[in-house]
């Protein structure tokens, strides 16, 4: 278990490799974070470390939160988050400390965590993908409808998990094993192939991707 990082989704743009293939690629702002809390085995029952990202100003804060961040020393910050990670990790950690993209690396695999975009009440062909009915003669005002959804007098119920209309995305999203193709610690910002989830500038924790890294993106970073 490995600690990740907050940022910042900014947008998509496309790069080009050594090769001239065109590389579609989600680029992530994350500035420095910083350690706000230590659990330990010992004190709290388990370990992992707390980061906070984004200052604040004291106004912003209920008085619980500032006398935390006065306790910690560490400046105050907008969003925390708590990473799992092993007791090795914390060897060397203290209050105060920062990480940055420095932890990621070219070609490496991560697994990116959001919010998904709100899409509302959505109905069954865009929420589940579901094909509709023909548009022929007869057909009255049922060609985007789920069709039957019941059974007869027993169970005389629906069925739980039916796929129906209802509110679309706005929903924590992992997608796994994205592969990192430029970072860049200076500007704070990482590159990754493919799309994460979120709008722009949604929050985004970036972490080291938990199935493990492969031979091949050892080979290539």
């Given at each position: 278990m490995k600690a990740g990082i907050l940022g910042r989704k900014v947008g998509m743009?496309?790069?080009?490799?050594?090769?001239?293939?065109?590389?579609?690629?989600?680029?992530?702002e994350a500035s420095p974070n910083m350690v706000t809390a230590i659990r330990t085995l010992e004190h709290d029952g388990y370990t992992a470390?707390?980061?906070?990202?984004e200052d604040v100003k004291?106004?912003?804060?209920?008085?619980?939160?500032?006398?935390?961040?006065?306790?910690?020393?560490?400046?105050?910050?907008?969003?925390?988050?708590e990473f799992r990670v092993d007791a090795s990790v914390l060897e060397g950690l203290e209050l105060g400390a920062t990480i940055d993209l420095g932890i990621f690396e070219a070609g490496m695999l991560v697994d990116v965590t959001a919010t998904s975009k709100g899409k509302g009440f959505?109905?069954?062909?865009?929420r589940?993908?579901?094909?509709?009915?023909?548009?022929?003669?007869?057909?009255?005002?049922?060609?985007?409808n789920?069709?039957?959804?019941?059974?007869?007098?027993?169970?005389?119920?629906?069925?739980?998990?039916?796929?129906?209309?209802?509110?679309?995305?706005?929903?924590?999203?992992?997608?796994?094993n994205l592969k990192v193709v430029e970072v860049d610690t200076n500007k704070g910002i990482i590159l990754i192939k493919g799309t994460v989830p979120g709008g722009r500038n949604?929050?985004?924790t970036i972490r080291p991707a938990i199935k493990g890294q492969p031979a091949a993106a050892k080979t290539e970073s």
């Open positions: 743009t496309q790069i080009f490799d050594a090769t001239g293939e065109r590389v579609p690629v989600t680029v992530l470390v707390q980061l906070g990202f004291d106004k912003h804060l209920t008085r619980p939160m500032k006398v935390k961040f006065e306790k910690a020393g560490v400046a105050p910050k907008r969003v925390l988050r959505q109905g069954v062909m865009k589940h993908h579901m094909a509709g009915m023909r548009a022929t003669h007869g057909t009255h005002e049922k060609r985007r789920p069709g039957s959804i019941g059974n007869r007098k027993s169970p005389g119920r629906t069925f739980k998990n039916t796929r129906l209309p209802g509110h679309m995305g706005a929903k924590k999203i992992t997608t796994q949604a929050l985004v």
